[in-house]
């Protein structure tokens, strides 16, 4: 599912500052190589079997439309309740409110969880209350992995395959939303250094695939 949306900045909260933003362009399936974030590598061995000859893994076949619930990271004690949120008439994607900074946001007009294409899911690093839900975002590590529940009962499973830091000013709209033909995920905070006057300097994004439904 590919969706064309004019988006300019994803609006994300920060320390005594609630509009520091992380940047978005569309979200539309895609990645392409970048610079990694320091301490994170790409890569991981594939399963192998004693007696037979070693291949990936078969994919899941994508699932049918379904609104994401709930999102867990289980490496970060993460499990969080999702609300949708939408493009909004300033071209900026929303967020979570505020007050309520232990939400996980997914953009409700793009791919639901397990559905072919990029699924956005957003959400605060940090508010005027304190740390919020992506307060850790950036210490996920590839391989492993985030979990997206459904109205329908259903989970998709994600494996992250890397983690990267932008600058906002020099956010690479395609490689975060470009085409992809299979079923992924990216999740996005902020991250770098914060300002009173300007906010978080940069954006931290996980990319993730879909390996699993259950």
């Not at 500052?17 to 978005?24: D, E, G």
């Not at 499990?79 to 071209?91: F, L, N, S």
Request: with cysteine; net charge positive; aromatic share 4%.
């Amino acid at each position: 599912m590919i969706v064309a949306v004019l988006v300019t900045v994803v609006r994300c909260g920060g320390h005594h500052h609630p509009a520091a933003p992380v940047r978005a362009g569309g979200p539309a399936p895609a990645e392409a190589p970048a610079e990694p974030a320091p301490g994170v590598a790409d890569g991981r061995p594939g399963a192998v079997e004693p007696t037979s000859s070693a291949g990936p893994a078969a994919p899941p076949r994508p699932l049918p439309r379904s609104p994401a619930t709930s999102l867990r990271v289980p490496s970060l004690g993460i499990d969080a309740p999702i609300v949708a949120v939408r493009v909004g008439p300033d071209r900026q994607l929303g967020t979570p409110p505020l007050d309520r900074p232990k939400l996980v946001g997914w953009y409700q007009d793009g791919p639901t969880p397990g559905e072919m294409g990029t699924a956005i899911a957003v959400g605060h690093r940090d508010t005027r209350t304190g740390a919020a839900v992506f307060a850790a975002l950036a210490q996920v590590h590839p391989g492993g992995r985030i979990e997206a529940r459904r109205a329908d009962g259903r989970t998709a499973v994600y494996t992250v395959d890397r983690v990267r830091v932008f600058d906002k000013a020099r956010f690479p709209d395609k490689e975060v939303y470009g085409p992809s033909r299979r079923p992924e995920l990216r999740v996005l905070t902020c991250g770098g250094l914060f300002s009173r006057r300007t906010g978080y300097s940069s954006n931290v994004v996980v990319f993730a695939h879909l390996t699993a439904t259950r």
